[in-house]
Structure formats: C-alpha cells, structure tokens
C-alpha cells in the first residue's frame, strides 16, 4: 500500500507515521509513505496557498491551483509506474464517518491519497475535480486534516498483510464482528486485592474462549448498544438462511467470511450487502416482508447488482430500480469436508497479473477488466499449465463464489474443468470455508460437473439483476 498525503505540514505527518509499527512497516517494504508538499507547488514569489473567499465571511481558503498541481505531480507519478489512477481522500468533519468496515475496504488499493485542508477550507472546484471520498474521523472539528489523515493511515496500515506480525493479529479484536473486546490480564495474578477472573487461570481453552464471548456481548451491550443492535441480526439472519442452507450459501458465507453489512436480519428474511463486491443480497419469506426489506435500500442506488432469492423480489427490483439485465441461476454447494483427489496431470498455480491481458481476452462477457485484475492481485485466480502454456483458469469472485472458469478452444475436452475446479473446491475447503457456485439454470454440462464433484445442487432458483 502506498499512501501519498497532500499537506501543508509534511514533517508532522511524517514524523507520526515512521515510528513504532508503520515505522518497521514502511522498512520493511509492506507500506510506503509519502508527504507531499502543497506550497511547493504554488506559483507566486510569497508561495501563498490562501486567499479570501469570494462572497466574503471569516476565514482563509487553500487555493485550487497548487493543490491541483501537487496532486497532478503524485498522479502522474502512479501512472509511470504503471498503476491505476489513486482514490482522494479528503478528510473533512463533512465526510462519512470512518469506520472500520471503511478501512478494511480502503486496505484494499494499492494508492490512497489523503488531501489534507487547513484553514477554512479548500476551494471546492478542485474538490470536484480530484476527490473521490470525503471522510471525517468523528464529530468534532480538528484545526487540520493532518491528525485525521494519521489516524486514518494507522486504522488501514494494520489491515495490510504482513504489517502485523502473527502475535499482533487484527483478527480477534474491537469491532471484528461488531463486538468490544473482552477484558484482559497480565502478571500479578493478584494486584491491589483485585485477583485475575479464575476461569482464566484454568488452561480450559473452550471455557476461557466462553468467557471471553460472553464478556465482549456484556460488554459491547453496555457501552455501544447501537453496535449490540448489529452484532445481535447475524444469529436471526443465520436462523432463515440455513432453513435453506444450499439455496442461501452465497449469503451465508459472505456473512462467515465476515464481509457482510447486515441491513436487516429477522427470522423471516434477509437483506445485506457484500462489502467488497457491492452486491446487495435478499432473501424473504413472502411479498409483505420482501416489500418490508427492500425499502431499506435507497431508491436513487444506480449501477446497484442484486441477487434475489425469490421471483417476486426479482420482479419487485426491476420495478424499483428499473434494472433490466436478469440471469437465472441455481446454487450448488460441497458441504462435506474431505478433500478431492487431484488430477496431477496439470499444473495449477496462482495466476499472477502478467497473465491479465489473457485473462481478460477469454473472459469479459460478464465482468470488466479492473475486477478481473483486482481478482488475480488479491491471489484468488488460478490457472491450469500444459507445458508451461496456460491453457485455462478459474477464480473466486469476491463474494466468495466460484467462478471465472474458462478453458481454451485446443485444450477443451481434457478434463482441464474439472482438474481447476477441483483444485479451488481443496484450497477452500483448506480454509475451512465452503465452496459454492451459481450455474445459469440451463447449463445443464455445469450442473453434471457439480454433481460428479459432490456439490449439492440448490432447489430455488436465485436471480442476478443488474
Ligand atoms: N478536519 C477537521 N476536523 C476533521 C474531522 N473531524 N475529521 C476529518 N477531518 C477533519
């Protein structure tokens, strides 16, 4: 990751962020940190950055014209390098709040640029010009974007692999799964009369884990009932899903993976968004609370992707969101846990992104070229070698389905399919989660593949609207 901040107080920024643990981050290679300087981009004698505002009232504005420039000068920058124009981050009191969900989503690039303002503002035509996400750290007003930026940096830092080490791990802790962190202990076992809880010195693993759940639900009760609230839909919304566990598995993996935004759980529907692909997923017991559950999203949502799991939220999405494009698929799931036997006649590896342009010329029916190379980065795309030739690939979509399976005109009719699905269906099963696709209902090939591979095939057919 490689974060660019445009400030007028490059040694504050970097000066916070190059000790401790992004210090060590940034040495080893795993982050970078750059600090532009706005005012070495002006063009007058005195490098003023500010000026009066027009229409008058108190205060200075930054100038549009250096912070373009300076921006221009990072971009530019990205761009010889070879990578896709960065996301602008401005941090303002006006923007979203910042959240975690927001940081991990945001570990995900590969450059961020933070804009840091001061003064009363920046002029807001070179806001419309360059910046794509306003975010504000809390509802409070800081004298600068600085502090916002570094709190912002250290949140996403964090999250990038290989920045913590094993012991500091980012998986069990505040927020993860929208519970506080249980309290914790450390020598003496008694200090000032006050003795560590007993369970903890028991060495009963299950017990303690117990414990821990139950003082995070206590406490996050307490202290933050509004995130209780969120933390308390995942078990409703389990409880429909798993009343059909084939024809709901996309949801509820997306919810296991810990990637779901769950907008409403109750025990008679479902309706969540998979933060990283975007799509909103729903799933409902009749019209009234299918009616119910989509009036939760906003109706002016464009380019919006849904997957419907009954024909009358099909019909009513396409009547809200005047969305046309409709494909009509079934689930298919391999929920047993041993692994497949693989076919050892190819090579199947991960594919890595000089491989994009191949990619991409043999499979764009569906999905842009972006999405596929964010595939291949994030190492969820595999391919089949026949002496060093590729000769097919599949891949995990980011909601976690499987997918992307293509093989090329002379390679077909070799069993190539089967060995790359093979392979995926192991490597998930590897990390204890379960593999699962969607077939176009009249893919009847597809659905004879699954079955020969042990997947179970849904009843229901689920809609894709877009
Ligand atoms: N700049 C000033 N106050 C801020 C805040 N609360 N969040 C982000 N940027 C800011």
Not at 7 to 28: Q, Y
């Amino acid at each position: 990751m490689k974060f660019h901040i445009l400030t007028l107080f490059p040694d504050m920024v970097e000066g916070g962020l190059h000790t401790s643990i992004l210090g060590r981050a940034a040495a080893d290679g795993h982050i970078s940190l750059e600090a532009v300087n706005i005012r070495d981009f002006t063009v007058n004698k005195h490098k003023k950055v500010d000026d009066y505002p027009y229409g008058g009232g108190a205060g200075m504005l930054m100038k549009a014209q250096p912070v373009y420039d300076a921006y221009r000068y990072i971009e530019e920058k990205i761009s010889e390098e070879g990578r896709k124009p960065p996301r602008v981050i401005y941090v303002t009191p006006q923007g979203s709040v910042f959240n975690q969900q927001m940081a991990q989503e945001l570990a995900g690039e590969e450059d961020l640029v933070f804009l840091c303002g001061h003064y009363e503002g920046i002029d807001e035509r070179v806001l419309e010009t360059i910046v794509t996400d306003y975010i504000s750290i809390g509802d409070y007003v800081l004298t600068g974007g600085e502090l916002p930026s570094m709190v912002m940096i250290d949140a996403i830092s964090r999250l990038v692999p290989g920045v913590l080490k094993n012991k500091e791990s980012a998986e069990f802790e505040s927020f993860h799964n929208n519970l506080l962190e249980y309290p914790q202990y450390t020598r003496p076992e008694i200090w000032r009369e006050k003795p560590v809880p007993e369970v903890l010195l028991s060495g009963d693993h299950a017990r303690v884990d117990q414990w821990r759940l139950q003082q995070s639900e206590a406490r996050t009760r307490k202290r933050r009932p509004d995130l209780y609230e969120v933390y308390a839909r995942e078990p409703k919304a389990l409880s429909w899903l798993l009343k059909s566990k084939i024809d709901h598995m996309d949801m509820i993996e997306v919810i296991r993976a810990g990637q779901a935004d769950i907008l409403c759980g109750d025990e008679e529907g479902v309706l969540l968004k998979d933060v990283p692909s975007g799509a909103i997923m729903v799933s409902a017991s009749d019209e009234d609370m299918g009616e119910r559950l989509l009036s939760l999203i906003p109706r002016g949502l464009k380019d919006g992707l849904f997957v419907a799991h009954q024909e009358f939220l099909k019909d009513s999405i396409c009547r809200r969101f005047d969305a046309g494009i409709v494909n009509a698929c079934v689930q298919a799931a391999y929920t047993r846990k041993t692994l497949l036997e693989e076919d050892s006649r190819f090579c199947i590896r991960p594919l890595t992104i000089s491989f994009l342009e191949e990619v991409y010329s043999h499979y764009h029916t569906v999905h842009d070229k972006e999405y596929l190379e964010g595939r291949i980065r994030s190492g969820r795309m595999y391919g089949a070698f026949v002496e060093e030739t590729l000769a097919g690939f599949i891949g995990m979509h980011a909601e976690c389905s499987m997918g992307m399976l293509e093989v090329f005109e002379p390679f077909r009719r070799q069993g190539i399919g089967e060995a790359l699905e093979r392979h995926l269906i192991n490597r998930i099963l590897k990390e204890g989660r379960v593999p699962f696709c969607q077939i176009f209902t009249d893919n009847e090939a597809s659905v004879k593949l699954q079955q020969k591979l042990g997947l179970r095939i849904g009843r229901q057919t689920v809609y894709w609207v877009s």
